[in-house]
């Protein structure tokens, strides 16, 4: 059994299942694809809320295993060669998670770009955007009586849905019909947008033709249902 001990991050939020891969997660957008993923995939984990409201993930423990500070975050006992893995960023533990089980990535070279790509533009264009949408929209950028920068992420998000809706046209998911990592990537933030940050009528969300029914079909998947609960907010 590999001892995590060696590991900060434990001595704040210990392992009772040390032989089971380790997440450190908040139920957000981000947090979510590992959480989902870990459900797809059946690996055994054990998940530990760490509590972003509270600043948990600007402790010392956690920081030693993510210094940027945010979550999700994980340690896998049994990482190559077989020794403990730590690893930090959602999009690079989907990554791992695929290449490590060889499930929810296409096994061609070709198909596993293709997909990386459409994990990347979430990660680099998608999550950003949607995210000061949010800010602007719902949380303290509200107040801010200049509603350009609101007009300005709400206009980018359309544009990024745009090509997601254009993408899926034809197409059950984002790679054909094969669910991957890249809907993993994008269903919880989709999801946000229009619920969590009340921009279904902003971003003209109802007006899409492809976008809606692949979120509905990503919502009613049994995983995708309970890693969205995972791990529950306090």
């Not at 295993?65 to 020794?83: E, F, M, Q, S």
């Not at 899926?168 to 790679?175: C, P, Y």
């Not at 029914?213 to 609960?229: I, N, S, T």
Request: no cysteine.
């Amino acid at each position: 059994m590999a001892d995590l001990s060696v590991f900060p991050i434990t001595q704040r939020w210990p392992a009772q299942h040390p032989d089971r891969l380790q997440l450190y997660s908040l139920n957000t957008p981000n947090g979510v694809k590992v959480s989902i993923m870990l459900e797809e995939t059946g690996l055994p984990y054990e998940p530990h809320l760490v509590d972003i409201t509270k600043d948990e993930s600007w402790t010392p423990e956690f920081l030693s295993l993510n210094p940027n500070g945010k979550i999700p975050a994980i340690i896998d006992p049994d990482g190559p060669g077989a020794k403990p893995l730590a690893l930090f960023e959602s999009g690079a533990i989907l990554v791992y998670l695929a290449e490590k089980t060889g499930r929810l990535i296409p096994a061609d070279a070709a198909g596993r770009y293709e997909t990386l790509q459409w994990v990347m533009f979430q990660m680099g264009g998608m999550g950003p955007i949607f995210g000061q949408v949010g800010y602007f929209n719902k949380f303290a950028g509200k107040a801010i009586e200049d509603k350009r920068p609101l007009e300005r992420y709400v206009a980018e998000s359309k544009r990024v849905l745009g090509v997601i809706d254009r993408r899926l046209e034809g197409r059950d998911w984002i790679m054909g019909d094969q669910y991957t990592i890249a809907d993993i990537a994008m269903l919880g933030w989709v999801r946000n947008l229009i619920g969590f940050y009340e921009a279904r009528d902003l971003v003209g969300f109802d007006e899409l033709r492809n976008v809606p029914a692949w979120l509905e079909r990503g919502l009613a998947r049994p995983a995708v249902k309970r890693g969205l609960e995972i791990p529950k907010r306090p």
